[in-house]
Structure formats: structure tokens, C-alpha cells
């Protein structure tokens, strides 16, 4: 695989033009600053240049763009609100989702891509980690010239990571690490994986491994219909010596990686609007050009309904993403309002998705245009990160008191 690339190969690049001007029907724009608008248009100019004119060949073939990495962190995707001096963009927490919403209008797999870089595995470093980690770590992940990825999952703890058995044994000055994590983003390219893992005690640790280190291997999760240009896979420990030095000392409990999923659940919540807003863009180009019974589509009353409710829907969920912002950069965002978030936002896209493709008729089915792979990709987003089911049972426990989860 080829991790030096600086851009796409020509068989990869296609003709397409992409002409998104951006949906704004509430005018939340006005709620934005400056800055939020200016990295807002850089990242959608980016994505109309590297990625509107690859992604569908990339995604057709099941390859991950891998020159991306390096032009993500150019841009400024990994991190966006993390402290310059560790590697982030130095925004707020609007910006950054801002960041993730254009990015996903592009393909929620490179969304995944600085998702998974920038609240997965810096936000954890930055956290959690001693100052040593910090600057070993945190500048070359975020300028990209670093891939890491995030070990919860394991083959049979996928929702309920508590149960993990993937674990520590204390060696001296290392520890043993043995087990396996399962649907892993990134992890055959990774250079190093945030593991998390119990340790003696029986508590949650997050361990940096790196490539390279005896016994430990990342094969490729093949034959995924869903999010093609981004690579998955496993991650196997087999007598992994793992130097204590690489513990994130200031976490042991699933408070931590919890908190680096809230972290990225809720820039989810903001990038599943960038593909929603992509579908809608494009049924409602079409809906106009394609003509039927002699009239536009978009003239029949049961398209308009489609359109309609289409633009209501993005339009809320802009502004609960908006709220979510506000609330979080003032440190005010629970987890159980960012599950909400990710939870509703992410349904919606789907579901418009599905309507969207209906509306191009059997031109949907194609990929002439992005419904389809939005389709596909928000199948997964509706399940990593805490499933669908999951995050209501997020709100139930919040609101009720009881927690209904086992
Ligand atoms: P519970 O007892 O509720 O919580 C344990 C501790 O964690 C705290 N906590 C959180 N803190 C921050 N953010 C959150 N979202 C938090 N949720 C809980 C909690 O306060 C407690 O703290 P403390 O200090 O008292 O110990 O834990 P539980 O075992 O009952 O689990 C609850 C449940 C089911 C909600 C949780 O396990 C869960 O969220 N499950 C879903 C698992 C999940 O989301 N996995 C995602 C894996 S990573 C991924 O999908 C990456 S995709 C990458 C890409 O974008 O490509
Ligand atoms: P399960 O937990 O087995 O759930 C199966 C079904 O049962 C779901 O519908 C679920 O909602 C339901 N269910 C489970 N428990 C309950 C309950 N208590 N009540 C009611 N219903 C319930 N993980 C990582 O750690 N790092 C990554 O980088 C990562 N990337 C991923 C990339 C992709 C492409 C995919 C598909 C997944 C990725 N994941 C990653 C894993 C992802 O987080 C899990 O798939 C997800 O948390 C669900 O776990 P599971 O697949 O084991 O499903």
C-alpha cells in the first residue's frame, strides 16, 4: 500500500464537476463567525478538488485514498480543536464540527478518517497522556505523516466494550498485552493504535502500541459494502511487549475511551448533515432537470413532499448541531445530548438518502451520483460509535434514571 502519494493515480480521477453551493434555509450561517466560515469553504473547497472527483472510483474499487492523510492534516482536519502546540487546529468546538460536516459531504470514510485521527487517537494522547507521549505523538499525528487508530471493539464486545478481555500482565517494567479488537478504522496502515484494555486490577488502561512491536499484527477486514475508501481491520496481540512507558498514565476506568467517543460521536452528529445535505443537493438538481409527463420532477406534489421534508429535517438538525456547539464550547455538553445528536442526525441522513434515491430513479442505483455510497457508508456510521439502539437507550437512561442497557 502506498503511503507517499501525494494525489490521486489518473485512473482514479474522473470528469465529474462538483457545483454544492451549501443549504441554508434558517440562515444558521448568521450564527457563525467568521472563522467557522472561512474553514468551513476551505475544507469544501478542498473536498470538491481531492475528493468529489476520486471518491467514487476509490469506493468502487474498495480502496482508501491514501495520499489523503497527508493533505487532511494540511488542511487542518485532525484535531480542529485541540491545542495548536499538541498538533490541533486551536477552534472551537463549532469549527470542528463544521470541519467534519464538510468533509463527510465528500464521503463519510474520510470523515472517518480525521474522525478517527483527531478524537480517536490525539484527543486520548492529548487527554490522558504524560507530556513525553504528548510530543512524541501528537505534531506527526496531526500533520498526518502519523496514521493511529482506536482498539474498543473486540469480536464479541461490540456494544457493551465493558465486558473486554483483551488485557495487561505485568512484566517488569512492560506489560504482556493479549487479545484482539475487531472492526478497527485504519488499523493495517496505522503506525501506532490506541489500545484499550484491562489491566491486573481488572481496570480499563489505554495502551499506545506501535507498528512493529513482536506479536502484534493489523489484517484487513475484507468484502465491507459500506464505507470502501476507508480501510478496516483487526488488531491482534499476541505476548505484545508494551513498555510501561506507553500506559496513558491519567486514565484507568472506561471513562476514557467513553469520553474519546463522545468527542467524536459529536462530530459525527455535525458530518452526517454533510452527507444528508449532499443527497438533498443532488435530488433537488435533478428533480428539476429530469422531466416526466412533459413537467419537471420536481413539479409533482409527491416529489415536492420528498423535497420538503427533506430540507425540514436537515434544517433541525443543523440546528441541534449548532446548539450542541454552542453548548459545547462552553464545556457544557453532555454525553447523553452529543448520543442525541449523533443518533438523530445520523438517521436523518440515512433516511434522506433513501428518499433521494427514489427521486433519480434508476439513475440512483448508479454511480453517476453519490446517493448510493452515502447510503452505504451511513449504514455503518448508523452502527459504529455507539449503535443506533444504543444511543436511545443513552436518552432513556437519561431521562428515566434506569438504565435498560443489560
Ligand atoms: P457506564 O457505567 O455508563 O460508564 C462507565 C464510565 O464512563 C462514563 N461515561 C462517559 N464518559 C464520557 N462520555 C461518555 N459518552 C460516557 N459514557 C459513560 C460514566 O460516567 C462512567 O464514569 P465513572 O467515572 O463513573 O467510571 O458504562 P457501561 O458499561 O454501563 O456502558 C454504557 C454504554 C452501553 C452506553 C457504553 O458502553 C457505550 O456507549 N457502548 C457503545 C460502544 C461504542 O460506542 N463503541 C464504539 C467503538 S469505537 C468506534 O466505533 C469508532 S468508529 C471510527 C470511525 O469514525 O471510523
Ligand atoms: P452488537 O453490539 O453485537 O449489536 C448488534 C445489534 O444488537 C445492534 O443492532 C445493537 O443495537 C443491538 N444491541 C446490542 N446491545 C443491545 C442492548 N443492550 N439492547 C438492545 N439492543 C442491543 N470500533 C472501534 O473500537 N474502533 C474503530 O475504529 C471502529 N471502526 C469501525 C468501522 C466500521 C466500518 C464498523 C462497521 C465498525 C467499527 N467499529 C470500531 C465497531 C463499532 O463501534 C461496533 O460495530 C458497534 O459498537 C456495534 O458493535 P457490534 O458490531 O459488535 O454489534
Same mark, same amino acid.
Given at each position: 500500500?502506498?503511503?507517499? &502519494?501525494?494525489?490521486?493515480?489518473?485512473?482514479?480521477?474522473?470528469?465529474?464537476?462538483?457545483?454544492?453551493?451549501?443549504?441554508?434555509?434558517?440562515?444558521?450561517?448568521?450564527?457563525?463567525?467568521?472563522? #467557522?466560515?472561512? &474553514?468551513?469553504?476551505?475544507?469544501?473547497?478542498?473536498?470538491?478538488?481531492?475528493?468529489?472527483?476520486?471518491?467514487?472510483?476509490?469506493?468502487?474499487?474498495?480502496?482508501?485514498?491514501?495520499?489523503?492523510?497527508?493533505q487532511?492534516?494540511?488542511?487542518?482536519?485532525?484535531?480542529?480543536?485541540?491545542?495548536?502546540?499538541y498538533?490541533?487546529?486551536?477552534?472551537?468546538?463549532?469549527?470542528?464540527?463544521i470541519?467534519?460536516?464538510?468533509?463527510?459531504?465528500?464521503? !463519510?470514510?474520510?470523515?472517518s478518517?480525521?474522525? @478517527?485521527?483527531?478524537?480517536?487517537?490525539?484527543?486520548?494522547?492529548?487527554?490522558?497522556? !504524560?507530556?513525553?507521549?504528548?510530543?512524541?505523538?501528537?505534531?506527526?499525528?496531526?500533520?498526518?505523516?502519523?496514521?493511529?487508530?482506536?482498539?474498543?471493539?473486540?469480536?464479541? +464486545?461490540?456494544?457493551?466494550? !465493558?465486558?473486554? @478481555?483483551?488485557?495487561?500482565?505485568?512484566?517488569?517494567?512492560?506489560?504482556?498485552?493479549?487479545?484482539?479488537?475487531?472492526? *478497527?478504522?485504519?488499523?493495517?496502515?496505522?503506525?501506532?493504535? @490506541?489500545?484499550?484494555?484491562?489491566?491486573?486490577?481488572?481496570?480499563?488502561?489505554?495502551?499506545?502500541?506501535e507498528?512493529?512491536?513482536?506479536?502484534?499484527?493489523?489484517?484487513?477486514?475484507?468484502?465491507?459494502?459500506?464505507?470502501?475508501?476507508?480501510?478496516?481491520?483487526?488488531?491482534?496481540?499476541?505476548?505484545?511487549?508494551?513498555?510501561?512507558?506507553?500506559?496513558?498514565?491519567?486514565?484507568?476506568?472506561?471513562?476514557?475511551?467513553? !469520553?474519546?467517543?463522545s468527542?467524536?460521536?459529536?462530530?459525527?452528529?455535525?458530518? &452526517? *448533515?454533510?452527507?444528508?445535505?449532499?443527497?438533498?443537493?443532488? &435530488?433537488?438538481?435533478?428533480?428539476?432537470?429530469?422531466?416526466?409527463?412533459?413537467?419537471?420532477?420536481?413539479?409533482?406534489?409527491?416529489?415536492?413532499?420528498?423535497?420538503?421534508?427533506m430540507?425540514?429535517e436537515?434544517?433541525?438538525?443543523?440546528?441541534?448541531?449548532?446548539?450542541?456547539?454552542?453548548?459545547?464550547?462552553?464545556?457544557?455538553?453532555?454525553?447523553?445530548?452529543?448520543?442525541?445528536?449523533?443518533?438523530?442526525?445520523?438517521?436523518?441522513?440515512?433516511?434522506?438518502?433513501r428518499?433521494?434515491?427514489?427521486?433519480?430513479?434508476?439513475?440512483?442505483?448508479?454511480?453517476?451520483?453519490?446517493?448510493?455510497?452515502?447510503?452505504?457508508?451511513?449504514?455503518? @456510521?448508523?452502527?459504529?460509535?455507539?449503535?443506533?439502539?444504543? +444511543?436511545?437507550l443513552?436518552?432513556? #437512561?437519561?431521562?428515566?434514571?434506569?438504565?435498560?442497557?443489560?
Amino acid at each position: 500500500m502506498d503511503t507517499t &502519494a501525494t494525489s490521486a493515480p489518473a485512473h482514479h480521477r474522473s470528469q465529474r464537476t462538483d457545483n454544492y453551493a451549501g443549504h441554508d434555509y434558517y440562515g444558521v450561517d448568521e450564527l457563525l463567525t467568521e472563522e #467557522h466560515l472561512l &474553514a468551513r469553504d476551505a475544507v469544501r473547497d478542498w473536498v470538491k478538488q481531492e475528493v468529489s472527483p476520486i471518491i467514487e472510483s476509490y469506493s468502487d474499487k474498495a480502496e482508501c485514498p491514501m495520499h489523503l492523510f497527508k493533505q487532511l492534516g494540511d488542511i487542518g482536519a485532525y484535531g480542529p480543536s485541540l491545542p495548536t502546540k499538541y498538533g490541533g487546529g486551536g477552534m472551537d468546538e463549532i469549527a470542528y464540527g463544521i470541519i467534519m460536516q464538510e468533509l463527510e459531504r465528500g464521503d !463519510s470514510g474520510i470523515r472517518s478518517m480525521a474522525s @478517527v485521527q483527531g478524537s480517536l487517537v490525539m484527543y486520548p494522547i492529548f487527554k490522558y497522556g !504524560s507530556e513525553e507521549q504528548k510530543m512524541k505523538y501528537l505534531p506527526k499525528l496531526g500533520s498526518g505523516e502519523f496514521i493511529g487508530c482506536f482498539g474498543l471493539t473486540e469480536p464479541d +464486545h461490540g456494544s457493551n466494550p !465493558s465486558g473486554m @478481555v483483551t488485557n495487561l500482565v505485568d512484566d517488569g517494567d512492560a506489560y504482556i498485552l493479549n487479545g484482539a479488537k475487531m472492526w *478497527i478504522t485504519n488499523s493495517p496502515i496505522a503506525d501506532i493504535a @490506541v489500545v484499550w484494555a484491562k489491566d491486573p486490577e481488572g481496570k480499563i488502561r489505554g495502551v499506545i502500541v506501535e507498528k512493529g512491536m513482536k506479536g502484534f499484527s493489523a489484517p484487513e477486514i475484507k468484502g465491507k459494502l459500506s464505507l470502501r475508501a476507508s480501510i478496516t481491520g483487526e488488531l491482534v496481540f499476541e505476548d505484545v511487549r508494551v513498555p510501561k512507558k506507553n500506559v496513558l498514565p491519567e486514565i484507568a476506568s472506561l471513562r476514557g475511551p467513553l !469520553s474519546c467517543l463522545s468527542k467524536a460521536r459529536y462530530g459525527i452528529a455535525w458530518g &452526517a *448533515i454533510g452527507a444528508g445535505l449532499d443527497c438533498y443537493d443532488s &435530488a433537488l438538481r435533478y428533480s428539476l432537470e429530469r422531466e416526466q409527463f412533459g413537467r419537471p420532477l420536481a413539479g409533482f406534489q409527491l416529489q415536492q413532499k420528498k423535497l420538503a421534508e427533506m430540507i425540514t429535517e436537515i434544517t433541525k438538525a443543523q440546528l441541534l448541531a449548532w446548539r450542541l456547539g454552542s453548548l459545547a464550547n462552553k464545556g457544557k455538553a453532555t454525553s447523553a445530548q452529543i448520543s442525541m445528536a449523533k443518533r438523530n442526525n445520523v438517521a436523518m441522513a440515512l433516511d434522506i438518502a433513501r428518499e433521494a434515491r427514489q427521486i433519480h430513479g434508476g439513475m440512483g442505483i448508479t454511480n453517476e451520483y453519490p446517493i448510493m455510497r452515502h447510503m452505504t457508508n451511513l449504514e455503518t @456510521v448508523l452502527t459504529y460509535e455507539g449503535t443506533h439502539d444504543i +444511543h436511545l437507550l443513552i436518552t432513556g #437512561h437519561d431521562i428515566t434514571g434506569i438504565q435498560a442497557f443489560s
